[in-house]
């Protein structure tokens, strides 16, 4: 029997937790922040990767939540560290690209100067689920349930302000619907009413509903990509289904705070890279987290944030959303 997610965080807290006494007596430990509670699926990409690290770094490697505001909390906590090679952050593009252009005016920070990216680590797809009692099977004949039931038409996502959101706002643009958001504090209590028929639809990654999807209690409709993810290449795209929106890829990517000492960062990339060409690690990422493992170093990673900050600023403006 494969291990479950609980029984892959398990394993991963017990092994870090008892670094190698050796490592302990010559070299002080990495801390990596997350800035995600335990359990949740930057947590689980997260140690799935950290399990590995020790043996290949030669010293410990301890994982450090500090949960709050998309993230925040972490990458504070980086910034507040000494830049010497012994602090890190992991975080989805949600925390660099969001936070800047959604909140940008409550930061202390701008993760294009005062950040180093390490290396990329996972991409994954977003995707909309929906409750049976739509009744609705793919895009189009959601959009036509919503038509037709006006008023009660809505999506619900983990938090406000993030890409969930605004793909949600895009999707409602481009098929010309009334789709209000309704946030939740975090996935599990919108999956629970999605299951429960309370909310009609979601958008998130698939972690939390492609199992549900599977046993038949909600219908993945489609998933905001360009192409089809060899993840679940059975779920169909918006734009194969006339509905182009395709800027819904998520990743998870590794920083440092800028300042780091460049071996430190090389040393810390060649790790990562080598983490991911682990079979167990592709197997653990696909099958029980629904991500694909997928390494892109700092250059690479720099490219693709910046490139996300311009495709999203326009459409966080012209959206008109105001960060309270």
Known sequence: MKPNRRQILLSCGALLALPHAAWAQSKPAIRILVGFPPGGATDAITRVVADRLPNLLGQPVIIDNKPGVGGRMAADAVLSAPADGLTFMVAPNATP???????????????????????????????????????????REFIEWVNKNPGKGSFGTPGLGGQ????????????????PVTPYKGSPPMVNDLLGGHVPSAISLMDGMMAHHRAGKIRVIGIFTKARSPLMPDIPTFAEQGIDVTSGEGW?????????????????????????????????MSQRLWVQPHFRNGAEMDALQRAELAHWEPIIKASGFKAE
């Open 97 to 139: 690209t969001f936070q800047m252009l959604v909140f940008g005016h409550q930061i202390r920070w701008n993760i294009l100067k005062d950040f180093t990216p390490v290396a990329a680590v996972a991409s994954y797809p977003l995707g909309m689920g929906v409750a049976l009692n739509t009744g609705a099977t793919n895009a």
């Open 164 to 179: 969930n959101a605004f793909l949600g706002v895009q999707l409602a643009k481009t098929a010309g619907i009334d789709l």
């Open 252 to 284: 998870t990517g590794m920083w440092a705070r800028a300042g780091t000492p460049a071996a430190d960062i090389e040393r810390m990339q060649k790790a990562v890279q080598q983490v991911l060409q682990m079979p167990e690690v592709k197997e653990q």
